[in-house]
């Protein structure tokens, strides 16, 4: 057991993965001599060469469509886009290449890509480098999604993510990559198929992801200390979601929070709502509550920003007013 | 050449699924046959053919999903009109009979007792999914939630009663409730309700039934519910304007007379299918039909005609220990007969009190099709067929 | 060899290029004291392009940049006191505080931001060119952008629209040498940027973007090109910022010793050197100069602070144009 940062914990898994197949390249913005605009490449040019850690001018569209082309043809490439934001301007090739080759070619070809990239708020980064756009990339059948939320998640996802023979977006929320956590020793393998219970409890279900889980998971320790037990998910995997896992919380609890940085509206969380509402109907007794991102472009002064994003004071409040304490 | 078509068994059907095919290319069916299973929003129906004749050809595989009006089948027809309809489904082997839970008039479709009589019960789904499972009325139960709301901790305390089984899916359920929310939404947006009521003495039609039933073998033994239905009937008969639709804007009364006739599905849910011709048949053999109904009812086996034919729906509430039933009109339908519980209360008999059995009747009309004082007769000769027991 | 300016002009630029300077100094210092936050770019070392370029455009000319434009928003005329409020985030800034560092916006100087995806905004210049265009109007629209910009779809996409259609735009490129930590012969195929411009089919010319006589003096021949009806430019400006990319910046990327080589061609100095050999300027003019500058910048420093937050119930303000308000 060794305590690692979120940051190191991604960097594990570049290293093992370049160590163990010689497919896997990594390429992106600054990934080489700057080492990654969050630093999880740092070194790795010098270890492995400017073939394997390959720095792209900023195209965008140009590099990951590269990435999926190389896939095609038998590399395992991770494309790392600096953050979400940007990958805008690669959202017709993921979107309309490298989610639906597979599907276009009558499953003759498949694009074994990963696609990795920092989302969320909370640097004071502004209206066009703060947004959380797993919604849009959780909308696309042919897309596997990913929210690691721990160190061993963005190790093993990683890892995870290159085993897998389609394409996958794994969203690192910016202000993880400094959090440390317990690496097991050896490091463990993680699937990709299931929501993680990250804490038990009988009152309510707070579902959430990424970087939302820790503030999710101070609500509920706070909301011990006034009695109530709430069970947090993980959901870990975005696309394919692991509903069975949300259900079940569900039918035990009969309550659903759910707390993500995207716009409420349309959002990811609107999805999960849906969910539940359509196939654990009969489970709930209270109406399922987000705590989700308000509809505003995301400012830059703090206050602004903060109060933009879900706050923990606001997943207490919600779980509260479903059991029946507001 | 005749088709054989998705049958629209609801005003709110809108496709069905085609489960099991009953017969196969060239066998000879009679008018009235059962040939397939189709399912829909509120269960496995079975439906019978209307044509005589040899099937030609299935157009439909099993397990197709289709839309109302689809040719299923195709039918050579014959010259031969020989078997009666009632004479061909009697003639189907009916499922081995289930134990029948005691009494066959389990809550109606719509039933709304007094106290939600001003707005439904505020209750959760997690609520109200236990309620069903348990056999709880809501009705009755105090709510511990925002504005009163039943929530489903307040339910197991409320259960006073044994629990039914355990439903094995939540989706069938919830289907059956769409039906059921569909109709009764329409009912109340589309029908204006009157409502009237009066205490029938039934301390005669018991005393007659207890009697009876001494007297006979047990498999011709009846349970009040057929007096009651029986006595609708008669009623009927004296004042028809209450028995059939309002369809196109005008009441179409019918001939015969289907009572509808509320059954509750294990794991809530319920339907209410039409046991045909009341007022022709004897008690005894109303007895047995009343008692494969609810069998098939609760294995997902009705016909397509007893889930829309009913001309009357009777909802009884009784047996939840509920003194006063106001129903809700089931849509085309006109008029629906509530039954309270049998209760013991002082009564005015000959100038004197005495203690008699009386037991709450109540009418909802739809005021389209009739008015107050239609439904008063209605009501009095309805309290005229229970005092007689012995002429139904 | 281009013409010398006059005392006036030589007064106005070195003021302008030491205010760039000065205010950029103490935006580090705010940062590092935590009064700024977010993503900071500074300029310096890249003073003369914003403060030679603009003298070339006329005040109805529209201005669009990218997040490295402190400079740009100072010499364009939006006050020091309004665009250290917007560092600061209250809501005295010239964005009402909503863009930060990242998004200086000042419609009456025809700012248009401030823009931090990079190359987003280039294919807005066009269509603000277009409007201009379609309505008849003599105005110009400068783009500035880093060269960084030069490998996105959208540099390209607009430079053929603006030279298809014969748009009054000027692509202005700021050349510093490095997209963060990406030099460019790492980047571009083709390092001779305006001949990757010229093979669009407009006019494209390079300029030593340390020298402010230079950038002035071929910036308005070429907008005065484009203002007579000649369609779109690209000018390069070979400049090089003496800072990190942001804050946030190990400069793995570059040798100290060739930033040191970069710092001898310091616009500033280098400009007075020649101003001082000409008799135009004295050490005094920039005594005085540092002193006007120092008081201005402490008072747009005291302005920030006394400036207020905006409430957080007004957090959905602006989303839509509230009809009517
Ligand atoms: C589309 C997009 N991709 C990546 C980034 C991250 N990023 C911000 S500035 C920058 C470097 C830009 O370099 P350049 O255009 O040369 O301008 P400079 O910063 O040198 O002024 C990068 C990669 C971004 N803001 N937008």
């Known amino acids: 057991m060794s305590e690692v940062t979120f940051r190191e914990a991604v960097r594990m898994a570049l290293r093992e993965s370049m ?17 990654g605009s969050y630093a999880c490449s740092m070194g790795l040019l010098e270890e492995f060469g400017e073939a394997r850690i390959r720095d792209t001018p900023l195209s965008e569209s140009g590099f990951v469509g590269a990435g999926i082309g190389a896939a095609l043809v038998g590399m395992k490439p991770i494309v790392e886009v600096m953050t979400v934001n940007f990958s805008l301007l690669a959202l017709d090739q993921i979107i309309n290449n490298a989610a639906t080759l597979r599907h276009m070619s009558g499953g003759q070809v498949n694009v074994p890509v990963v696609i990795r990239m920092s989302t969320g708020a909370g640097k004071q980064l502004a209206a066009q ?13 042919g897309l596997k999604v990913l929210s690691p939320a721990t160190v061993v998640d963005a190790r093993g996802m990683l890892l995870a993510a290159l085993d897998d023979p389609d394409p996958v977006v794994i969203f690192e929320h910016s202000g993880l990559y400094n959090m ?34 820790r503030r999710t998971t101070e609500a509920a320790a706070a909301l011990a200390e006034r009695g109530i037990s709430a069970e947090v998910l993980d959901l870990r995997v975005l696309r394919p979601l692991d509903w069975n896992t949300v259900f079940e919380s569900v039918a035990k609890t009969h309550r659903a929070v759910i707390v993500d940085e995207g716009w409420k509206s349309w959002g990811f969380s609107a999805e999960v709502s849906a969910r539940i509402a359509e196939d654990a109907f009969w489970m709930l007794d209270a109406p399922v509550r987000r705590v989700a991102g308000v509809e505003v472009p995301i400012p830059y002064p703090t206050h602004l920003e903060q109060a933009s994003i879900p706050q923990t004071a606001q997943v207490i409040a919600a779980a509260l007013e479903v059991v029946g304490h507001g | 050449m005749g088709d054989f078509v998705m049958p629209s068994l609801g005003a709110d059907m809108e496709r069905g699924i085609l489960n099991e095919w009953l017969v196969k290319p060239g066998d000879a069916v009679a008018k009235g046959d059962i040939i397939a299973v189709v399912e829909t929003d509120k269960g496995a129906i079975e439906v019978e053919v209307w044509s005589a004749g040899v099937i030609e050809e299935l157009c439909v595989d099993e397990g197709t999903d289709t839309p109302v009006g689809t040719v299923l089948a195709r039918i050579r027809e014959t010259e031969n009109p020989a078997s009666e309809p009632s004479a061909a489904a009697t003639a189907t082997p009916s499922p081995p009979p289930e134990p029948v839970a005691t009494t066959p008039a389990p809550p109606a479709p719509a039933p709304s007792a007094p106290a939600e009589a001003r707005g439904r019960v505020m209750a959760s789904p997690w609520a109200r999914h236990l309620a069903a499972e348990r056999g709880v009325a809501l009705t009755g139960v105090t709510g511990s939630g925002p504005l009163g709301a039943v929530l489903g901790r307040d339910v197991p305390a409320a259960a006073a009663k044994t629990a039914h089984p355990k439903p094995d899916k939540v989706d069938q359920l919830a289907a059956m409730r769409r039906a059921v929310a569909k109709a009764m939404a329409r009912s109340k947006r589309e029908i204006p309700h009157y409502y009237l009521g009066t205490d029938v003495d039934v301390t005669g039609a018991l005393a007659w039934l207890a009697r009876r039933n001494a007297s ?3 498999p011709e033994r009846l349970l009040p519910a057929v007096i009651w239905l029986k006595a609708v009937a008669a009623a009927i008969r004296k004042v028809p304007q209450v028995n059939g639709f309002w369809q196109d804007d005008a009441l179409r009364l019918s001939e015969p007379i289907h009572l509808g006739f509320a059954v509750s599905l294990r794991g809530g849910g319920l339907v209410a299918p039409a046991l045909h011709d009341v007022d022709q048949r004897t008690p005894v053999e109303l007895m047995r039909a009343m008692t494969d109904l609810v ?33 809700v009109i089931y849509p085309p339908q006109v008029a629906i ?39 008063g007769l209605f009501l009095n000769a309805l309290a005229d067929a229970l005092s007689a027991p012995e002429a139904l | 060899m281009t013409a010398l300016p006059g005392r006036g002009h030589a007064l106005h630029l070195l003021t302008q290029m030491v205010r760039i300077r000065r205010f950029e100094e103490r935006c580090a210092e705010l940062y590092s004291a935590g009064k700024i936050r977010g993503f900071l770019h500074l300029y ?27 400079g740009h928003a100072l010499v364009r005329g939006v006050p020091m006191n309004k665009v250290m409020a917007e560092m600061f985030g209250k809501q005295e800034g010239c964005s009402r505080g909503r863009g930060g560092s990242m998004h200086l916006f000042d419609a009456e100087h025809r700012l248009y931001g401030g823009n931090a995806i990079v190359a987003g905004h280039l294919p807005l210049a066009v269509g603000m060119g277009l409007g201009d265009q379609m309505a008849g109007r003599q105005r110009v629209t400068a783009c500035f952008f880093g060269e960084g910009a030069i490998a996105e779809g959208e540099f390209h996409e607009s430079m053929n629209l603006a030279a298809l259609w014969k748009l009054p735009v000027l692509f202005a490129c700021e050349n510093n040498g490095y997209a963060m930590g990406t030099a460019l012969a790492r980047s571009e195929s083709q390092t001779a940027l305006t001949v990757k411009a010229a093979s669009y089919g407009m006019p494209a010319v390079s300029v030593d973007g340390m020298d402010v006589v230079a950038v002035e003096t071929e910036t308005r021949a070429i907008v005065d090109a484009i203002r007579a009806g000649g369609g779109p430019a690209f000018i390069e400006y070979k400049t090089y910022r003496f800072r990190a990319h942001s804050m946030f910046d190990a400069e793995l990327y570059r040798d100290k010793a060739e930033v040191d080589e970069h710092r001898k061609r310091d616009p500033i100095p280098s400009f007075l050197r020649r101003m001082i050999a000409a008799n135009t300027l004295t050490e005094e003019d920039l005594a005085h100069i540092e002193a006007k500058v120092a008081e201005e910048l402490s008072e747009a420093v005291a302005f920030a602070e006394a400036g207020t937050w905006e409430p957080i119930e007004e957090l959905t303000r602006d989303v839509y144009t509230e009809v009517g308000a």
């Open chain 1, 180 to 213: 440390k956590g317990e690496m097991p020793e050896p490091p463990p393998a993680v699937d990709l198929t299931h929501a993680r219970v990250a804490r038990e409890g009988t009152d309510v279900t707070l579902i959430t992801h990424g970087g939302c889980l």
């Open chain 3, 44 to 70: 310096i070392g890249e003073e003369a392009v914003a403060t030679g370029a603009l003298r070339a455009l006329g005040p109805d000319d529209a201005l669009l940049c990218t997040y490295r434009e402190h």
């Open chain 1, 19 to 35: 160590h163990a197949d010689e497919r896997v390249f990594l390429m992106g913005e600054d990934v080489g001599r700057y080492g």
């Open chain 2, 216 to 218: 006979v073998p047990p």
């Open chain 1, 129 to 141: 480098h703060s947004h959380s756009w797993e919604a849009f990339y959780t909308h696309v059948p």
């Open chain 2, 337 to 375: 007969v509530g039954l309270g519980k049998v209760v013991e209360r002082p009564w005015v008999v000959d100038g004197e009190v005495a203690v008699r059995k009386v037991m709450h009747v109540s009418l909802a009309g739809d005021h389209r099709a009739h008015d107050g004082h239609t439904g």
């Open chain 2, 295 to 327: 069998t098939r009812a609760r294995r997902g086996r009705l016909r397509g005609a007893e889930m829309t034919d009913a001309t009357l729906t009777v909802t009884s509430m009784g047996e939840r220990g509920v003194e006063r039933v106001d129903g």
